[in-house]
């Protein structure tokens, strides 16, 4: 039982707010742009308009043999993104014999770190991943990535995005990259490991979830599973705290915008806040040695109670061990701040073509039918969760489960949120974010300092 409770603005329009419709059992969604989604079933009733089209071909056509490298981040074999990638590249390779995809499959901060290495010799991939905002800037500023918009004019396929989505995508008018997802972070936690630690409630407040911690701690049960090796996991945790102590969105806009600094006190109190989790043994020991997928491994074999990421995790968790286990809330509030309908918002990474592969339009018209048949095939395998794409179909009958019904409708309640750190704020900044919030799961820092460290990177990266 529980105590009594004591962006850069770089050509693309701002969030404003998050929609969603449920009709009669259909779903069509239709996010005024907020977050990255990843089993046989109900393909019938994923009525795409343009889902069955299997886009340009003209690569197969012209019979010359064809290699386009695919780099992407989905590397674990077990998930429903995983498969769907090969489905979808093994059909384009049946189809197109002349054609042969090869996947350069790597989890997102080794994903990050080759492509800028990459990048600095102008040998991007055919196909690669970017995130959107301010992070794929510098790739389009320097002449990397190519303009994709008479691709997105073959099929209807810009009109299958969600409204206003491709704007995170978008500079001077033309998009280089196209999302896989439209997300929102939620806390996932495991029904059975909370009964074992005697608790009845999910936590509405911070000080609930501390005390759920340290509940869960006395049973010898990791309370939140984290592989902060990359260093994005803990920043989204950080941006969830943030997005509270100050009362709702806008924290980093403001910054950029001058109206505040990193000094503020919702800043150092969302530090604070981090810290105690910290401080209580929330997360698994030696965190920052353990990458994404390991740490969210942790959570889908019932070794953790809750896991505090993305959405788009719906599919893998239902296709794990704790599937039927597991619930989802969104994170509560701090010392009575927020609103618990305000969320961390994360547009999905993008594909995005490379200007200088010597196979353009065959890499876009692969791309084209990638893209075309993405929502259909994410669909069939229950992983359309947090999708980027609209998607209609009775997700009920095709046999999704409850906790992907309890996401759904999570979406219908968001009336706005943040986007990650390193989508707003320049890449040295996110950076030294990065290293910082890192920093906290190794050692106790006086929040002051904290915000010093941020706002010494902001004044130098003007």
């Known amino acids: 039982m529980r105590k009594s409770e004591k962006n850069e603005s770089a050509n693309r329009r701002p969030l404003k707010k998050t929609a969603l419709i449920l009709t009669a059992g259909v779903l069509a969604v239709g996010l005024a742009a907020c977050g990255s989604s990843n089993s046989n079933g109900g393909n019938e009733s994923a009525n795409n308009s343009s889902a069955t089209n299997t886009g340009g071909t003209s690569g197969g056509d012209s019979g010359k043999k064809v290699t386009i490298t695919f780099q992407n981040i989905y590397p674990d074999a077990t998930s429903p993104a995983n498969k769907m990638m090969k489905e979808l590249v093994a059909q384009y390779e049946k189809e197109n014999p002349n054609i042969k995809i090869e996947l350069d499959s790597l989890n997102t901060d080794q994903q990050k770190l080759k492509l800028k290495t990459q990048a600095a010799s102008k040998e991007v991939p055919d196909i690669t991943i970017v995130n959107p905002a301010a992070q794929m800037k510098p790739f389009v500023d320097a002449g990397l990535l190519a303009p994709l918009n008479d691709m997105l004019d073959q099929n209807g396929l810009k009109d299958t995005f969600q409204k206003g989505l491709l704007d995170y995508y978008s500079f001077n008018n033309n998009v280089y990259a196209l999302p896989d997802g439209n997300n929102i972070e939620v806390v996932y936690y495991n029904k059975d490991l909370f009964a074992q630690a005697g608790i009845t409630d999910v936590p509405k407040t911070f000080d609930e979830m501390l005390e759920d911690v340290k509940a869960l701690k006395a049973k010898g049960i990791t309370p939140i599973a984290i592989g902060e090796k990359d260093t994005w996991t803990g920043s989204f945790l950080f941006m969830n705290i943030l997005l509270r102590t100050n009362g709702g969105p806008g924290f980093l806009q403001d910054v950029l915008d ?37 740490g969210g491994n942790i959570f889908k074999t019932g070794k953790a109670a809750m896991f505090i990421i993305g959405s788009w995790e719906t599919g893998n968790i239902d296709a794990s061990s704790v599937a039927g286990k597991v619930g989802a809330f969104s ?16 547009p999905g990474s993008g594909f995005a073509v490379s200007a200088n592969s010597k196979h ?20 069939e395998l229950k992983n359309a969760v947090g999708s980027g794409q609209i998607i209609e179909g009775d997700f009920k009958a095709a046999g999704y489960s409850d906790l992907a019904i309890n996401i759904l409708d999570m979406f219908k309640q968001v009336t706005g949120g943040d986007l990650a750190f390193d989508n707003t704020m320049k890449p040295a900044v996110a950076q030294a974010h990065l290293s910082s919030i890192q920093n906290l799961f190794v050692q106790k820092v006086e929040s002051k300092q904290a915000a010093k460290e941020h706002q010494d990177a902001f004044a130098a990266n003007k």
């Open 360 to 379: 353009l339009q065959e890499t876009k018209d692969f791309l084209n039918f990638f893209m075309t048949n993405y929502p259909k095939k994410q669909f």
């Open 331 to 346: 994170f509560p509030t701090v010392n009575g701040k927020g609103d618990v309908n305000q969320f961390m918002l994360a």
């Open 258 to 294: 001058g109206k505040k600094d990193f000094n503020d006190p919702a800043f150092t109190e969302a530090t604070d806040a981090f810290q105690e989790l910290v401080q209580a043994g929330a997360f698994p020991e030696g965190a920052t040695s353990i990458d994404a997928n390991a």
